[in-house]
Nanobody, 121 residues
């Protein structure tokens, strides 16, 4: 069974920085795209940033220039470095990964349990 475990959320003041991390565990062949989503209270879950296996990245307009997504294929991990944080960045952040279980199957999307990020003075 594949598991995604997130860490690194917390409380930070506006203008501050925070890094959230996610690592995949279990038995699988490899991981294609990885991404971070977030969901604020009363809002739909939205894509924050995504990264392909070959490190091509995409970002939501609201975080461009402030957030950086990166991955370590050897560790099956993806990080999100968040700088110049704003109160509107407050949300539960979810890790997402398209995991290939074996070379005979297409990938399947897995989600982490979420980690709370709160930006407040």
């Amino acid at each position: 069974q594949v598991q995604l475990v997130e860490s690194g959320g917390g409380l930070v003041q506006p203008g501050g920085s925070l890094r959230v991390s996610c690592a995949a565990s279990g038995q699988f062949f490899n991981i294609n795209d990885m991404a971070w989503y977030r969901q604020a209270p009363g809002k739909e879950r939205e894509l924050v940033a995504a990264i392909t296996r070959y490190s091509t990245t995409t970002y939501a307009d609201s975080v461009k220039g402030r957030f950086t997504i990166s991955r370590d294929n050897g560790k099956n991990a993806v990080d999100l470095q968040m700088n110049s944080l704003k109160p509107e960045d407050t949300a539960v952040y979810y890790c997402n990964a398209a995991v290939v279980i074996n070379r005979y199957n297409s990938d399947k999307v897995y989600w982490g349990q979420g980690t709370q990020v709160t930006v407040s003075s």
